[in-house]
């Protein structure tokens, strides 16, 4: 039995990992009965509801739009709230079809805010989950390692390199928090292109497959599914870009989230 809390999951990959979970019974005696130990988010009050009846088994749902870096905060202390976590899943995402730059109210790319920005805050904020695994996307091949003008102030706008760039720092993340907090589990993975809200209904890959790699890397005591700085495909290992190896790198990712959220990552 674990306790697992996943970002996104009002639909798409994050809501079939939950429902996945709450099959595979992990669950906590509370009033009322047996309740599922995992814990849903949904951007609005109306998205929390819709998905507390899709999963009605879900111990809760935290609310909180990723866009604004006010609202990840709070979404960060609602989950402190209801106490410690055994997995944390960043799933939220947004895709790469934004035909123009969105400016958040932080002053940051809409795609940045909620890929980079948003599971930066939840990971710094969030009382130390053991495990800790994050949504990347084959695209990340292509994202721009230079980590120049991340908030795309003076380039001119391409929606997919905008994504791309955002899916290389899921991994870079991910592979800073392997290194920086050794006693826990940090890994990465790409679900594959499948027909889900953000896929389109062109998508190719497996949809069955796409969700079943984050639930493994949250519970499994598999020994494969127990390392950590690793990148996943179908619940196989997968080499990912070569920069994302680059500490230097990893930092600089982490320095640029610190200077525009003012959140630290814990030591
Ligand atoms: N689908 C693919 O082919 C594919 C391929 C590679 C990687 N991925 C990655 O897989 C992850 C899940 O994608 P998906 O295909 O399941 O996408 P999806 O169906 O569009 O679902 C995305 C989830 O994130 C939530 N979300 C988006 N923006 C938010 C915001 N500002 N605040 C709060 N919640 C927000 C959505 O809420 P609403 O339901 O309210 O919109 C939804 O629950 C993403 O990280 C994505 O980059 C997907």
């Not at 710094?124 to 994050?134: C, D, E, H």
């Not at 390692?145 to 760039?165: E, F, K, M, T």
């Not at 020994?223 to 690793?230: C, H």
Request: proline residues 4%.
């Amino acid at each position: 039995m674990a306790r697992i809390f996943i970002t996104g999951s009002s639909d798409g990959l994050g809501l079939m990992a939950a429902r996945l979970l709450i099959e595979q019974g992990h669950s906590v005696a509370a009033e009322g009965g047996i309740r599922a130990a995992v814990v849903l988010h949904a951007r609005s009050q109306q998205r929390a509801d819709e998905a507390q009846n899709k999963l009605p088994a879900a111990e809760s749902v935290v609310v909180g739009d990723l866009t604004s870096i006010t609202q990840t905060r709070h979404i960060a202390d609602q989950v402190n709230q209801l106490g410690t976590f055994d997995a944390v899943i960043h799933n939220a995402g947004i895709g790469y079809q934004e035909p123009k730059r969105i400016v958040t109210e932080d002053g940051l790319s809409h795609v940045l805010a909620v890929n980079t920005i948003a599971p930066y805050i939840l990971t710094a904020l969030i009382t130390r989950p053991k495990r800790l695994v994050y949504l990347s996307s084959v695209l990340h091949q292509d994202g721009d390692p230079s980590l120049n003008d991340l908030i795309w102030a003076d380039r001119s706008w391409v929606g997919r390199q905008a994504y791309a760039d955002t899916k290389l720092h899921d991994v870079l993340l991910a592979f800073a928090i392997a290194r920086r907090w050794p006693s826990n589990l940090s890994n990465a993975l790409e679900p594959g292109w499948v027909p889900t809200k953000m896929g389109g209904s062109s998508a190719t890959d497996d949809l069955d497959q796409a969700y079943r790699t984050q639930v493994w890397l949250a519970v499994s005591d598999a020994p494969a599914a127990l390392v950590s700085g690793e990148y996943f495909y179908h619940m196989n290992r997968k080499h990912p870009l070569p920069a994302t190896r680059d500490v230097s790198l990893q930092d600089r990712l982490l320095d640029f989230c610190s200077r525009v959220t003012g959140v630290e990552l814990p030591a």
